[in-house]
């Protein structure tokens, strides 16, 4: 059984920075792409993100080309997304989800097999 636990959640202002991190526990997950989703009240949840696996291509939303940056530690199994420049429009519950049948990003949560229990980011003006 696979966990992942997000953290780096938090209040902060606009234009402000966050690094959410995400450790998976009972596996090695650093074969497989790794992905961020965000989901706001009454939103679906959407594609933020994501990085391969032994092969380090990364792949962002339109929205946050620029601003966030994903990154993965696979001595430490730890998957980072640090954001810069936070706009209240990124106010989300965030998603950490780890694709186990496939090396590459995808941004549909259907092809992600485990996920966390999320992380508030709320962005004030």
């Known amino acids: 059984q696979v966990q992942l636990v997000e953290s780096g959640g938090g209040l902060v202002q606009a234009g402000g920075s966050l690094r959410l991190s995400c450790a998976p526990s009972g596996r090695t997950l650093s074969a497989y792409a790794m992905g961020w989703f965000r989901q706001a009240p009454g939103e679906e949840r959407e594609f933020v993100a994501g990085v391969s696996g032994s092969v380090v291509i990364k792949d962002y939303a339109d929205p946050v080309k620029g601003r966030f940056t994903i990154s993965r530690d696979n001595a430490k199994n730890t998957v980072y997304l640090q954001m810069n420049s936070l706009k209240p429009e990124d106010t989300a519950v965030y998603y950490c989800?780890?694709?186990?049948?496939?090396?590459?990003?995808?941004?549909?949560?259907?092809?992600?097999?485990?996920w966390g229990q999320g992380t508030q980011v709320t962005v004030s003006l």
């Open positions: 989800g780890a694709r186990i049948t496939g090396v590459y990003v995808s941004r549909n949560q259907n092809d992600y097999g485990y």
